[in-house]
T-cell receptor, first 112, second 114 residues
């Protein structure tokens, strides 16, 4: 499959452990944030989103935390599985802007 | 419901040639956005089409163009290809194209310019 990013930061996690992927966003006016997962050979897949009026949102095995004070977003994956191996992107948008800005991504590597 | 499809999946061209990529959105989706993905720059927005009209455009030269048909299918064209155009080109569809609406991505077209 395609190599999404040859020089992406990589997070290696033992199977079964929790993963925490971090993202610093750039625009203090951003009020909508999204996490995407991109597996080799596929396009990005929506995981979870959060609006700026929330600090935390939970999905199935995933939790997104938003800290607006330091412009930081994190994605927590519980009980990491081999199928979670992928590149994870955060993205931000402001209501004043028509475009979504994507981060460079973090590669999650699962250790057996 | 079928997902977003893109054709072709892989393409090799030489400098100076032109290329046309195709995207079929999810049925019922009227907005199609195009992105370029490279290792160095990540995902960058090219343009977005809704109801056959380009609504938004990123910071790419005029060699990059697109169009949308009445059935919401979209094509993008790159003329006078350069080596730096080698990338994964992704399209994404959504119902109405609001930026705070979930976008669904296709698998991409991998373009290699020699």
């Amino acid at each position: 499959g395609e190599s999404v990013g040859l020089h992406l930061p990589t997070l290696s996690v033992q199977e079964g452990d929790n993963s925490i992927i971090n993202c610093a966003y750039s625009n203090s006016a951003s009020d909508y944030f999204i996490w995407y997962k991109q597996e080799s050979g596929k396009g990005p897949q929506f995981i979870i989103d959060i609006r700026s009026n929330m600090d935390k949102r939970q999905g199935q095995r995933v939790t997104v935390l938003l800290n607006k004070t330091v412009k930081h977003l994190s994605l927590q994956i519980a009980a990491t599985q081999p199928g979670d191996s992928a590149v994870y992107f955060c993205a931000e948008n402001s209501n004043r802007d028509d475009k979504i800005i994507f981060g460079k991504g973090t590669r999650l590597h699962i250790l057996p | 419901k079928a997902g977003v499809t893109q054709t072709p999946r892989y393409l090799i061209k030489t400098r100076g040639q032109q290329v046309t990529l195709s995207c079929s959105p999810i049925s019922g989706h009227r907005s199609v956005s195009w992105y370029q993905q490279t290792p160095g720059q990540g995902l960058q927005f090219l343009f977005e089409y809704f109801s056959e009209t380009q609504r938004n455009k990123g910071n790419f030269p005029g060699r990059f163009s697109g169009r949308q048909f009445s059935n919401s299918r979209s094509e993008m064209n790159v003329s006078t290809l350069e080596l730096g155009d080698s990338a994964l080109y992704l399209c994404a569809s959504s119902l109405a194209g609001y930026t705070q609406e979930t976008q669904y991505f296709g698998p991409g077209t991998r373009l290699l310019v020699l």
